[in-house]
């Protein structure tokens, strides 16, 4: 595979390599970027097979190198890959971030041609962002503690802070656990709920004590309040597909898929 700069490219090399690789449909300029892996594609071997970008999952470091080369190849210039702690904290991403250390975050934003923004996931919601004037892009990782403390909220004001207004912005839900695999307990029912009724909806009961959550919903309905009303994606259950996706909740010993997002031009390599 080779550097792609538009969508289209993205998508004529996956389908020339024949990879299954999503490229999100969303209305944004065609120098704005992104993907998200599925778990074929690499070398990993046993329960990582193939495609893993995860480094803390015990993975041969050889495969792994191999696997973020091949994603790489698509790619203006290195992911600056982040520590997530299931937390809200944002990370603005220059041309010097890939030379420093894992900053300590689960969402990047960019407003620099040829850096990429990168999260992993293997059930938690990738959330990619970009304003429609193509100015400024974004990523969050989205599991349910990274909801519920607000990292959407928080990546969309970082790209405020880039200058991008709300209005313009478009969000993209990448693959995670689908609404009828994502049980939870009264805790998570609770956080969600007390302070916001209308998280109700995305709960369904499921025996004692018990609930279906609904990330997309939940994820959807906190995008709506900032402002954000143009959402794509959400089509996807990482559980319920084994032979697309990793699933932490399917398999503790899995891999990682990676999303992605870029301004191409005026990269170096």
């Given amino acids: 595979m080779k550097r792609a700069t538009s969508p289209t490219e993205l998508g004529d090399e996956l389908a020339a390599a024949n990879l299954d690789w999503i490229v999100p449909d969303w209305p944004v300029p065609s120098h704005v970027c992104a993907l998200s892996t599925t778990r074929s594609g690499g070398v990993s071997t046993g329960p990582r097979a193939t495609m893993n970008l995860g480094r803390n999952v015990r993975d041969d ?3 792994l190198a191999e696997n973020r080369r091949r994603l790489q190849a698509l790619l203006p210039t290195t992911p600056t890959w982040l520590d997530q702690v299931h937390g809200a904290a944002v990370v603005t991403l220059t041309a010097a971030s890939s030379d420093q250390p894992a900053p300590v975050a689960d969402a990047a934003v960019t407003r620099e041609r040829g850096v990429v923004c990168a999260v992993l996931t293997a ?87 018990k609930w279906h959550a609904d990330l997309y919903g939940l994820a959807r309905a906190r995008l709506g309040r900032s402002g954000v009303a143009q959402v794509g994606g959400g089509a996807y259950c990482t559980h319920s597909d084994a032979a697309r996706f990793f699933s932490y909740r399917r398999e503790r010993d899995t891999g990682r898929m990676a999303t992605v997002v870029w301004l191409a031009g005026h990269e170096k390599r």
């Fill in 61 to 63: 470091a050889s495969a």
């Fill in 123 to 209: 059930d938690c919601l990738p959330v990619l962002f970009a304003d429609r004037r193509g100015n400024a892009v974004g990523v969050a990782h989205g599991g349910w503690r990274g909801l519920a403390a607000g990292v959407l909220e928080a990546a969309i004001a970082a790209l405020r802070d880039l200058g991008a207004r709300v209005d313009d912005l478009v969000a993209w839900l990448g693959p995670a656990i689908g609404p009828t695999r994502f049980e939870v307990g009264a805790d998570v029912h609770e956080r969600f709920c007390a302070g916001d009724p209308e998280a109700e909806i995305c709960f369904t009961p499921h025996g004692p004590g």
